[in-house]
């Protein structure tokens, strides 16, 4: 007896939901596993994953997306009860879930990141209740979205995925949702504005939206400038600059040819756990003065990041990496080389990497919510209003 035919068994055989065979059992589209389909579903069949029926909806919804040879995979499961309160079914498949409310005329996928994010806040037995589409693509063509009964989960490369819901998610989506670069994609989950608040946040790329506790509508911040806390690239340029150029010139033979300048912005990255924020691309030329000879010129580029903690309201930066391209002209490279040079870059710069450097903390009544780095190198210090 094959697998196939021991899971039908276990299933009731004819008796059973799956009715009677419509056909034999053959092997998958993909040459990998075997199936047999019957009047009321289907048997399929992997060596990793044995055999498992799929039947109704679920069914119908993974063959449309291409049976075993969609990123699903072969099913892992046979269809389920939800659980935990949530009215409805589902199968686990080796590449995501198919999950479907008991009522509905459809069900629906969710795999990858949205999916682990989906199940880190209750699967459908959570706040979000069941997917009311597919996977999608976003408009803007980068993303990645999910909608559900009570909100949407977005994914984009760079940020990973993140919920959105509520009245913040009504405000996003009147304004364009991902399309509006005013806000952008949402790089955390609706949050508490602070320890103990009624009042919520969502942190998008370029803003920040925010909902006071009773009130009908979310609403975007305006940045924070009281203190000088925001400041425009000229200003970080600036600050970067008070801390670069005299560690470079800690050596007395180095002296500047260009710069600090800021050469890019780089944008936000996953680092598995968080969203880091964009960062500071800055470059430098210098000059090393050597008696005689031609002198040895590097550009060095830094990179630094904006780093900040809600609970303390502490913002501040630090240098994350750097690289220095030397170039020893001849004949002084007859003498010195450019790994040479470098060292002495090595020496005044190490010290930097991953040290606090302009830290600033918000005082008291003010509570921090978000400290951006701008596409235009712009600084937006983003907190809950008081009033």
Same mark, same amino acid.
């Given at each position: 007896?094959?697998?196939i035919s021991?899971?039908?068994?276990q299933l009731?055989g004819?008796?059973g939901f #799956? $009715?009677s *065979?419509? !056909?034999? /059992?053959?092997?998958?589209? =993909?040459?990998v +596993?075997r199936y047999? @389909?019957?009047k %009321? &579903?289907?048997?399929f069949w992997?060596s990793l994953?044995g055999?498992h029926?799929?039947?109704?909806l679920?069914?119908?919804?993974?063959k449309?997306?291409?049976?075993e040879r969609?990123?699903l995979?072969y099913?892992k499961?046979d269809e389920?009860d939800?659980g935990?309160g949530?009215?409805?079914?589902?199968?686990l498949f080796?590449?995501?879930?198919?999950?479907?409310?008991?009522?509905?005329?459809?069900a629906?996928?969710t795999h990858?990141?949205?999916r682990?994010?989906?199940?880190?806040l209750?699967?459908?037995?959570g706040? #979000? $209740?069941? *997917?009311? !589409?597919? /996977?999608t693509?976003t408009? =803007?063509?980068? +993303?990645?979205f999910? @909608?559900?009964? %009570? &909100?949407s989960?977005?994914w984009k490369p760079?940020?990973?995925a993140?919920?959105?819901?509520?009245l913040?998610?009504?405000?996003?989506a009147?304004?364009?949702?991902?399309?509006n670069?005013k806000?952008?994609y949402p790089?955390?989950?609706?949050?508490?504005a602070?320890k103990?608040s009624k009042?919520r946040?969502?942190d998008f790329?370029n803003?920040?939206?925010?909902?006071?506790h009773?009130?009908?509508?979310a609403s975007?911040?305006?940045?924070?400038?009281?203190?000088?806390?925001?400041r425009?690239?000229?200003e970080?340029m600036?600050a970067f600059?008070?801390v670069?150029?005299?560690?470079?010139?800690s050596?007395?033979r180095?002296y500047?040819k260009?710069?600090?300048?800021?050469a890019?912005?780089?944008?936000?990255s996953?680092?598995?756990k968080l969203?880091?924020?964009?960062?500071?691309?800055?470059?430098?030329?210098?000059?090393i003065?050597?008696?005689?000879l031609p002198d040895?010129?590097?550009?060095?580029?830094?990179?630094i990041?904006?780093?900040?903690n809600r609970?303390?309201?502490?913002?501040?930066?630090y240098?994350?990496?750097?690289?220095a391209q030397?170039?020893v002209p001849?004949p002084?490279?007859m003498e010195?080389?450019a790994?040479?040079?470098?060292?002495?870059?090595k020496?005044?710069?190490d010290?930097?990497l991953?040290?606090?450097?302009?830290?600033q903390t918000?005082p008291a009544?003010?509570?921090?919510?978000?400290?951006?780095?701008?596409p235009?190198?712009?600084?937006?210090?983003y907190v809950?209003?008081v009033?």
């Amino acid at each position: 007896m094959t697998a196939i035919s021991e899971k039908y068994k276990q299933l009731g055989g004819a008796g059973g939901f #799956l $009715g009677s *065979p419509k !056909t034999k /059992e053959k092997p998958t589209a =993909d040459k990998v +596993g075997r199936y047999r @389909h019957y009047k %009321g &579903g289907s048997i399929f069949w992997h060596s990793l994953t044995g055999a498992h029926e799929v039947h109704g909806l679920i069914r119908a919804k993974w063959k449309k997306l291409g049976w075993e040879r969609s990123f699903l995979g072969y099913p892992k499961t046979d269809e389920r009860d939800s659980g935990s309160g949530a009215d409805g079914r589902y199968n686990l498949f080796q590449g995501g879930a198919i999950l479907w409310k008991r009522g509905a005329n459809e069900a629906f996928e969710t795999h990858g990141a949205i999916r682990s994010k989906f199940g880190r806040l209750g699967w459908e037995a959570g706040f #979000l $209740g069941f *997917p009311v !589409t597919d /996977e999608t693509k976003t408009p =803007d063509g980068i +993303g990645r979205f999910n @909608h559900f009964e %009570g &909100g949407s989960i977005y994914w984009k490369p760079s940020i990973s995925a993140h919920e959105v819901h509520g009245l913040i998610r009504k405000y996003w989506a009147s304004k364009g949702w991902e399309k509006n670069n005013k806000l952008g994609y949402p790089i955390s989950d609706e949050l508490p504005a602070y320890k103990g608040s009624k009042d919520r946040f969502t942190d998008f790329e370029n803003g920040v939206v925010y909902w006071k506790h009773g009130k009908a509508s979310a609403s975007p911040l305006t940045k924070f400038v009281i203190g000088n806390a925001s400041r425009s690239s000229s200003e970080m340029m600036a600050a970067f600059t008070d801390v670069i150029v005299p560690k470079l010139k800690s050596n007395g033979r180095v002296y500047i040819k260009i710069g600090p300048l800021i050469a890019g912005i780089e944008d936000y990255s996953w680092n598995g756990k968080l969203v880091t924020n964009r960062r500071y691309k800055v470059l430098t030329g210098v000059g090393i003065d050597i008696p005689v000879l031609p002198d040895p010129t590097s550009l060095i580029t830094l990179w630094i990041n904006v780093a900040f903690n809600r609970a303390k309201g502490e913002v501040w930066s630090y240098m994350s990496a750097w690289q220095a391209q030397t170039h020893v002209p001849w004949p002084t490279s007859m003498e010195l080389k450019a790994k040479d040079v470098n060292k002495e870059f090595k020496a005044a710069l190490d010290p930097l990497l991953k040290v606090k450097q302009g830290s600033q903390t918000l005082p008291a009544p003010f509570h921090l919510l978000s400290a951006k780095v701008m596409p235009n190198g712009d600084l937006n210090i983003y907190v809950a209003p008081v009033a």
